[in-house]
């Protein structure tokens, strides 16, 4: 069964375009990266599917329900973490967890501490005096609280150190063994690929590809650097399996998927002064898609 | 009930001051009464020296200043002002504060339809309005009864501090409709100021005009206090506007808001 069907998802700002035809769906009980530079139109998604923003066309259904009609029924088992957390500034961390609590039916209260404990975060707090990370931890809690049965994270790691977002992930893990679907918004591949079954790439407003985590490592993109001594032979790297070439006075650059052991080959014998095997950043590979594209 | 638990508890501090401060001036200004009372006479003997339509600007072409009550007009022309200002703040600010403190990302997320966020901020904002009245009506019959030397006219008191009660209802649908008209508000206070001083400002104009077509425009005019002692009743013609406009006020909030989008943050 689809938890999330999204089906030709349009929506502008104006003139402005917000996304163009987004179409794709999320199956029960798995956990569904959306990755894609900022700005590429994730958060527009995520918004119109918690009905936020109302769409230009098309539309999306939750558990099988339209999101701006059913939204507010749908909403009881939904669990939405934004980028940016921002709560009632003179309230204590705990008032604005209950608060959050007090809109869901049989909310389990001894979970707040249960996921304070798990998050390290202090409840007694007031929220203007919490770091970014701290804000964003409340955020973590009064999302998985109400133990939503879709869980959305719209960019959940930032400002949270790395021993905290390893608790995070155990935590979604945890709530996606329960039974709980997880839409997972990043613009960091790597924490996609850790928790991720399938994505979605998102560019520019419109959905490039989507794609199985496994599928995509076979297709591992490594970045070269060669900087040669003399003259380089362009034609040398005339490979399948090479994108992205360029050429900077006696440096080379270029992408590789692969046998790795084909580029050793053609660099016997040659006189190299520098040599550097990269991952790709995402923007590399998302222009990679795109000439796909073209 | 807990948004409107939530809104009442935010707006506490503001509520207080605003309640002590109208009560406080009110009452201040009527101390005043026992010390002139014998000299008003006088004062009413220089007022009407003044050209007609001087007088008329200031209110006081019909004045009568024997009684407490004509007096009473005087200070609370002033509440009538600052009260359509607290009232338009909280109306411009109860449902834009979401978007500028950015917390609609966490309330509109809530298993709650628009409609009832918006209904349960409307309400926070009407209970705010009834207790600051009741709370200026108490301070004002105590002082009024206290200073008062003869029995007064218990009615007219009545209806004049009552007038608080519609203008800031009007004012609070007004500010309601402007935040939902409006994309964004970034500061409260320079367009409830604004716009209350406005209307108070083509009513004043008003009073020397008096042009009827004119008077339909500013809601200081439904319930112009030296008319109220004169008449002894609210005009039905501009209390009927007041019901039609805060009526449409508040149905366009609800109308907009549907159909609004959250600015993302």
Same mark, same amino acid.
């Given at each position: 069964?689809?938890?999330?069907?999204?089906?030709?998802?349009?929506?502008?700002?104006?003139?402005?375009?917000?996304?163009?035809?987004?179409?794709?769906?999320?199956?029960?009980?798995?956990?569904?990266?959306?990755?894609?530079?900022?700005?590429?139109?994730?958060?527009?998604?995520?918004?119109?599917?918690?009905?936020?923003?109302?769409?230009?066309?098309?539309?999306?259904?939750?558990?099988?329900?339209?999101?701006?009609?059913?939204?507010?029924?749908?909403?009881?088992?939904?669990?939405?973490?934004?980028?940016?957390?921002?709560?009632?500034?003179?309230?204590?961390?705990?008032?604005?967890?209950?608060?959050?609590?007090?809109?869901?039916?049989?909310?389990?209260?001894?979970?707040?501490?249960?996921?304070?404990?798990?998050?390290?975060?202090?409840?007694?707090?007031?929220?203007?005096?919490?770091?970014?990370?701290?804000?964003?931890?409340?955020?973590?809690?009064?999302?998985? %609280?109400?133990?939503? &049965?879709?869980?959305?994270?719209?960019?959940?790691?930032?400002?949270?150190?790395?021993?905290?977002?390893?608790?995070?992930?155990? %935590?979604?893990?945890?709530?996606?063994?329960?039974?709980?679907?997880?839409?997972?918004?990043?613009?960091?591949?790597?924490?996609?690929?850790?928790?991720?079954?399938?994505?979605?790439?998102? &560019?520019?407003?419109?959905?490039?590809?989507?794609?199985?985590?496994?599928?995509?490592?076979?297709?591992?993109?490594?970045?070269?650097?060669?900087?040669? &001594?003399?003259?380089?032979?362009?034609?040398?790297?005339?490979?399948?399996?090479?994108?992205?070439?360029?050429?900077?006075?006696?440096?080379?650059?270029?992408?590789?998927?692969?046998?790795?052991?084909?580029?050793?080959?053609?660099?016997?014998?040659?006189?190299?002064?520098?040599? %550097?095997?990269?991952?790709?950043?995402?923007?590399?590979?998302?222009?990679?898609?795109?000439? &796909?594209?073209? | 009930?807990?948004?409107? =638990?939530?809104?009442?508890?935010?707006?506490? =501090?503001?509520?207080?001051?605003?309640?002590?401060?109208?009560?406080?001036?009110?009452?201040?200004?009527?101390?005043?009464?026992?010390?002139?009372?014998?000299?008003?006479?006088?004062?009413?003997?220089?007022?009407?020296?003044?050209?007609?339509?001087?007088?008329?600007?200031?209110?006081?072409?019909?004045?009568?200043?024997?009684?407490?009550?004509?007096?009473?007009?005087?200070?609370?022309?002033?509440?009538?002002?600052?009260?359509?200002?607290?009232?338009?703040?909280?109306?411009?600010?109860?449902?834009?504060?979401?978007?500028?403190? =950015?917390?609609?990302?966490?309330?509109?997320?809530?298993?709650?339809?628009?409609?009832?966020?918006?209904?349960?901020?409307?309400?926070?904002?009407?209970?705010?309005?009834?207790?600051?009245?009741?709370?200026?009506?108490?301070?004002?019959?105590?002082?009024?009864?206290?200073?008062?030397?003869?029995?007064?006219?218990?009615?007219?008191?009545?209806?004049?501090?009552?007038?608080? /009660?519609?203008?800031?209802?009007?004012?609070?649908?007004?500010?309601?409709?402007?935040?939902?008209? /409006?994309?964004?508000?970034?500061?409260?206070?320079?367009?409830?100021?604004?716009?209350?001083?406005?209307?108070?400002?083509?009513?004043? /104009?008003?009073?020397?005009?008096?042009?009827?077509?004119?008077?339909?425009?500013?809601?200081?005019?439904?319930?112009?206090?030296?008319? /109220?002692?004169?008449?002894?009743?609210?005009?039905?013609?501009?209390?009927?506007?007041?019901?039609?406009?805060?009526?449409?006020?508040?149905?366009?909030?609800?109308?907009?808001?549907?159909?609004?989008?959250?600015?993302?943050?």
């Amino acid at each position: 069964m689809n938890v999330i069907e999204i089906n030709q998802l349009t929506k502008y700002y104006g003139k402005h375009r917000g996304i163009e035809n987004v179409t794709f769906s999320v199956e029960e009980g798995e956990i569904f990266g959306f990755i894609g530079p900022n700005g590429a139109g994730k958060s527009t998604t995520i918004r119109a599917l918690l009905s936020l923003i109302h769409p230009t066309s098309g539309s999306a259904t939750i558990f099988g329900k339209d999101c701006i009609k059913y939204g507010s029924e749908l909403r009881r088992d939904i669990g939405y973490l934004p980028s940016e957390v921002f709560y009632y500034e003179h309230m204590k961390v705990l008032e604005v967890l209950k608060y959050s609590a007090s809109f869901y039916d049989d909310v389990d209260y001894t979970r707040i501490q249960t996921l304070a404990d798990v998050m390290d975060l202090d409840l007694t707090k007031r929220i203007d005096d919490l770091s970014y990370g701290n804000k964003k931890k409340v955020g973590i809690i009064q999302g998985l %609280l109400h133990e939503p &049965k879709l869980i959305i994270l719209d960019e959940p790691t930032g400002g949270l150190d790395p021993l905290m977002q390893q608790n995070f992930f155990d %935590l979604i893990r945890t709530e996606n063994k329960k039974g709980a679907t997880v839409l997972f918004s990043s613009h960091i591949l790597s924490e996609v690929q850790k928790l991720c079954g399938r994505v979605a790439i998102i &560019k520019d407003g419109t959905i490039v590809k989507i794609e199985n985590i496994r599928d995509m490592q076979k297709h591992n993109y490594k970045k070269f650097t060669l900087e040669y &001594k003399g003259v380089i032979d362009v034609h040398h790297f005339n490979l399948d399996g090479i994108t992205n070439l360029t050429l900077e006075e006696n440096t080379l650059h270029f992408l590789f998927k692969g046998d790795i052991n084909r580029i050793i080959e053609r660099l016997q014998g040659q006189a190299l002064l520098n040599f %550097l095997v990269e991952e790709p950043s995402l923007e590399e590979i998302f222009m990679h898609y795109y000439q &796909k594209e073209d | 009930m807990n948004i409107l =638990k939530q809104e009442l508890r935010m707006g506490k =501090k503001a509520l207080i001051i605003w309640c002590l401060s109208l009560a406080g001036i009110l009452v201040l200004f009527m101390l005043i009464y026992p010390s002139i009372s014998s000299q008003l006479e006088d004062f009413q003997k220089v007022f009407k020296s003044f050209p007609i339509e001087f007088q008329r600007a200031l209110g006081i072409a019909d004045l009568q200043l024997n009684t407490i009550l004509s007096y009473y007009q005087f200070p609370f022309t002033y509440i009538l002002l600052a009260g359509a200002v607290q009232a338009m703040n909280m109306g411009v600010a109860v449902i834009s504060s979401e978007v500028r403190e =950015k917390t609609g990302d966490f309330l509109f997320v809530k298993p709650v339809t628009r409609n009832r966020i918006i209904s349960m901020k409307i309400l926070a904002v009407l209970v705010q309005i009834l207790i600051t009245n009741a709370f200026v009506f108490v301070a004002a019959l105590i002082t009024v009864t206290i200073l008062s030397a003869e029995p007064y006219n218990v009615k007219l008191f009545v209806l004049i501090t009552s007038s608080l /009660l519609f203008i800031q209802i009007f004012f609070a649908s007004l500010g309601l409709f402007v935040s939902a008209f /409006l994309r964004r508000i970034r500061t409260v206070l320079p367009i409830s100021m604004g716009v209350v001083f406005i209307f108070y400002i083509i009513f004043l /104009l008003n009073e020397t005009l008096k042009d009827e077509k004119l008077g339909l425009i500013s809601p200081f005019g439904y319930f112009d206090l030296s008319e /109220l002692s004169k008449t002894m009743n609210y005009d039905s013609l501009y209390l009927l506007l007041w019901f039609v406009l805060v009526g449409l006020f508040i149905f366009l909030t609800f109308r907009l808001f549907a159909r609004k989008d959250l600015p993302s943050i």
